[in-house]
């Protein structure tokens, strides 16, 4: 079995090989866009959704899917879902990294990743859902 123990949205991410250590950069919870959309796009956004798994039985080998996607304020689907394996057999702790280039954007409001790992039942299961707020601020004629 498997458990979840955080999920992130940051700007970027590294591993230290030498010292096995995991640095997250400019962690984000919101983005504010400095002009309006009249109608779904596309948001370009450098961004990693880093996820942290661990077997829930150290002793024990552990392995099935994760898959996180992204919802809109509305609920809906927006994107492709990206499933990867988490695979820990061999070590206790496995780190996922999901890198976006753009965002499906519908307008404003909380964006979801939901983050979902396959149970031995064979269902989805939710670990956690990151929120992701985004918002538009027209900056006044008198800023230029």
């Known amino acids: 079995m498997i458990r979840h123990v955080f999920s992130v949205l940051c700007s970027g991410s590294s591993i230290d090989k030498d010292e096995n250590k995991l640095s997250l950069f400019d962690v984000f919870e919101q983005v504010t866009l400095l002009q309006p959309f009249t109608e779904p796009g596309v948001m370009p956004i450098q961004g990693h959704l880093v996820t942290v ?12 899917m994760g898959r996180v996607r992204v919802l809109a304020p509305d609920g809906t ?12 057999s061999k070590f206790s702790r496995l780190r996922q990294r999901v890198v976006y280039r753009t965002l499906p954007v519908r307008g404003e409001g909380t964006y979801e990743f939901v983050v979902e790992y396959l149970d031995a039942d064979q269902t989805w299961v939710e670990a956690t859902r990151v929120p992701l707020d985004l918002a538009v601020r027209i900056p006044s004629p008198e800023a230029k």
């Open 53 to 64: 798994w661990r077997r829930e039985n150290l002793s024990l080998p552990a392995h099935c």
């Open 77 to 88: 689907q927006v994107g492709k879902t990206n499933e990867y394996t988490i695979d820990l």
